[in-house]
């Protein structure tokens, strides 16, 4: 998508959210050798300021360095979520009983790849005379709230990468489970704390979910919101 759009004038950056940075997502970046710049977040700050709680999200931009599109779920057309569910391949059927279920339930999740796509092109062409461009008022009344319990949430999860990242793993569990606790739909920080525990985000004795579990308390279909186009 980057390759199509760049010689129009989008530049595409793509932001790893990782209190590990460098020495678990490093790797992955040289794998795919990407053409756009690619930068690790250790400290999960753009999340923190664009209201960003799940991945992939995109935000657009404009020249004037001015949000046009708040976060929203954006995938590219040419990715696992573009395919239709009736044409992937079957689930491996020697794989770990969990990441099998993990598997089956992310099939149901909904996701919008050409209609995504087909709004950002139009914005390429078209700039702010795009109709998929807001207007200020609009980016803000679709940006999410921040009222105390997320402030303090995003306080619990600082202080929780604080002590993870200085090697006092078991003191940053608290503060990751009372962020958890303020901001219950901000998936970003279970899945962080998740990982740091269980690899596969599966259930633990240290926290309350997991992926899977939480994922079908909600039901898959609503783990990303719709589009508003």
């Known amino acids: 998508m980057r390759e199509e759009l760049h010689p129009k004038g989008l530049e595409v950056v793509t932001v790893a959210l990782d209190v590990l940075g460098l020495a678990k997502t490093r790797k992955y970046i040289d794998a795919a050798n990407q053409t756009h710049p690619s930068l690790i977040d250790q400290a999960h700050r753009l999340d923190h300021l664009l209201g960003v709680v799940n991945v992939p ?60 796509v087909a709004a950002l092109r139009d914005w390429v062409e078209n700039g702010s ?16 709230p921040r009222p105390p319990r997320v402030a303090l949430a995003a306080a619990h999860f600082e202080m929780g990468q604080h002590l993870q990242r200085a090697g006092f793993a078991e003191d940053a569990i608290p503060h990751f489970r009372e962020a958890h606790r303020a901001q219950p739909d901000n998936w970003i920080y279970k899945r962080q704390a998740w990982s740091l525990v269980r690899r596969d985000q599966g259930p633990t004795d240290v926290y309350d979910g997991d992926w899977l579990g939480d994922v079908r308390k909600i039901g898959a279909e609503n783990y990303y919101p719709p589009l508003e186009m």
């Open 129 to 144: 005379r795009s109709r998929f461009a807001l207007a200020p008022q609009e980016v803000i009344d679709r940006s999410r």
């Open 57 to 116: 999200s995109g935000v657009w931009i404009d020249e004037q360095g001015v949000v046009v599109r708040p976060p929203e779920p954006a995938f590219p057309e040419l990715s696992i979520a573009a395919i239709p569910v009736d044409r992937l391949p079957p689930v491996p059927e020697g794989i770990d009983r969990y990441l099998r279920d993990v598997v089956v339930e992310s099939r149901k999740i909904r996701s919008e790849p050409h209609r995504y």
